[in-house]
């Protein structure tokens, strides 16, 4: 059973940064991709960023607004978010993804889309909260 372990959540203040750091174990297949989303109190789950594993791709969603940055370490099984300049609208849970390097997977991603939506993923974190305060 895979597991997502996310970390690096904290109360900060607006301009602050964090990195948020995510470890993924517990492996059946490669990883095809991670990726970071945030859901703030009330709202609907939003997508961050999010990067293919092999391969150069990475996609942000527009919370990032360039000032959020995700990276990896393949070698740790570990996905990164930095983030800076953060501000209270920034305040969320923030929940790793991870989806497998199956054959239905490489189908459905042909569709860019799924890089960017829940159903683009098999496993999730249990989340870290990030409060910004003005």
């Known amino acids: 059973q895979v597991q997502l372990v996310e970390s690096g959540g904290g109360l900060v203040h607006t301009g602050d940064s964090l990195r948020l750091s995510c470890t993924a174990s517990?492996?059946?297949?490669?990883?095809?991709?991670m990726a970071w989303f945030r859901q703030a109190p009330g709202k609907g789950r939003e997508f961050v960023a999010a990067l293919r594993w092999n391969g150069e791709r990475i996609f942000y969603g527009d919370s990032a607004n360039g000032r959020f940055t995700i990276s990896k370490d393949n070698g740790m099984n570990t996905v990164f978010l930095e983030m800076n300049n953060l501000n209270p609208e920034d305040t969320a849970v923030y929940y790793c993804a991870e989806s497998e390097a199956t054959a239905d997977r490489y189908a459905y991603n042909k569709d860019l889309r799924y890089f960017r939506i829940p159903d683009g993923y098999d496993y999730w974190g249990q989340g870290t909260q990030v409060t910004v305060s003005s």
């Open positions: 517990g492996r059946h297949f490669r990883i095809y991709a």
